[in-house]
């Protein structure tokens, strides 16, 4: 069965019947969501999705983490595949413990990096994906 493209964006106000399937989900539903480590402790949520403009593959879910009502706030791209989704948690899990998050690459709001190749390199080192 192929996938009917037609009018969808014809119909102004109108949402997709379904934002989730058993392989797919919404961006919108993948914000705000929970980020926990293996033992279960929460590290933050989704903040938002960095996608490739020429591929259209997620490279990185920038994850909020500490700070108080925003102060303080830091935010890290995580690269994608080191999130796995836990249905039981009902949030991603990451092999990361706060201790060591606190080192990895990440900014504060307003100074979000160039997201270049030596930024890139930076991420990947960190997380053992180059």
Known sequence: MA???????DRPGESLDHDETDG???????????V???QGERLGSIHHLMVGKRDGRV????????GILGIGERYHPLPWDVL???????GYSVDL???RLEGAPSFERG?????????????GGFYGRI
């Open 3 to 9: 996938f009917d493209q037609t009018n969808i964006l």
């Open 24 to 34: 797919l989900i919404s961006s919108e539903k993948v914000d705000g969501t929970a």
């Open 36 to 38: 926990y480590n293996r």
């Open 59 to 66: 490279r990185y879910a920038v994850m909020n983490f500490g």
């Open 84 to 90: 796995t989704y836990d249905t039981d948690m009902g």
């Open 97 to 99: 413990d706060k201790e």
């Open 111 to 123: 100074q979000e990096p160039a997201y270049d190749r030596v930024y890139a390199e930076r991420i």
